[in-house]
T-cell receptor
Framework: DAGITQSPRYKITETGRQVTLMCHQT?????MFWYRQDLGHGLRLIYY???????DKGEVPDGYVVSRSKTENFPLTLESATRSQTSVYFC???????????FGPGTRLLVL | KQEVTQIPAALSVPEGENLVLNCSFT??????LQWFRQDPGKGLTSLLL?????REQTSGRLNASLDKSSGRSTLYIAASQPGDSATYLC?????????????FGKGTLLTVNP
């Protein structure tokens, strides 16, 4: 039972390039989330999805795009990467509104 | 806007000591509170989830308490072990329409010395 997988685990890219981070879950949880974790800021919500084809902005959505055509996948795209988007990105899921959130292993992204 | 503060930012203790990590939040209208553990270079692991109607939750050597009216939670770790060394994060979910969104504290880095 893999739970939540994220790919790639590590990525180096250049400013201006488009990058897509993948998140896949095997539980069929309704909710999926993308966070970024930075020193001094902690974890901040980028986007979330309550179900397939339903997405909404979190605290820091600028420069990011998401989609959720299938329940199990929630890709995060950086349309034109900037150095300020260098971070560790975590995907998370949960089944219901009062439930525990489960986190993936993270993707470390370096934008040069 | 909900803000979550964790004190201390770092804590170093000898093995076997009992310890308390603190979390405070500014808006008491919360749905629940979670404590997570994060090992270096890893994702977050949920330790305990306390619903707003509960006062505490226990799991093994861990006990988390919640005082919603004062905006405080504590995580008590009994008989600490070197394997407990990690960053501990507190996060709250606000009640109302946005009861999906977690607001995190910046964490307490715990080091347990053998």
């Amino acid at each position: 039972d893999a739970g939540i997988t994220q790919s790639p685990r590590y990525k180096i890219t250049e400013t201006g390039r488009q990058v897509t981070l993948m998140c896949h879950q095997t539980w069929s949880h309704s909710y999926m989330f993308w966070y970024r974790q930075d020193l001094g800021h902690g974890l901040r919500l980028i986007y979330y999805s309550a179900a397939a084809d339903i997405t909404d902005k979190g605290e820091v959505p600028d420069g990011y795009v998401v989609s959720r055509s299938k329940t199990e996948n929630f890709p995060l795209t950086l349309e034109s990467a900037t150095r300020s988007q260098t971070s560790v990105y975590f995907c998370a899921t949960k089944q219901g509104s009062g439930e525990t959130q489960y986190f993936g292993p993270g993707t470390r992204l370096l934008v040069l | 806007k909900q803000e979550v503060t964790q004190i201390p930012a770092a804590l170093s203790v000898p093995e076997g000591e009992n310890l308390v990590l603190n979390c405070s939040f500014t808006d008491s209208a919360i749905y629940n509170l979670q404590w997570f553990r994060q090992d270096p270079g890893k994702g977050l692991t949920s330790l305990l989830l306390i619903q707003s109607s509960q006062r505490e939750q226990t799991s093994g050597r861990l006990n988390a308490s919640l005082d919603k009216s004062s905006g405080r939670s504590t995580l008590y770790i009994a008989a600490s072990q070197p394997g407990d060394s990690a960053t501990y994060l507190c996060a709250v979910t606000n009640s109302g329409g946005s009861n999906y969104k977690l607001t995190f504290g910046k964490g307490t880095l715990l080091t347990v010395n053998p």
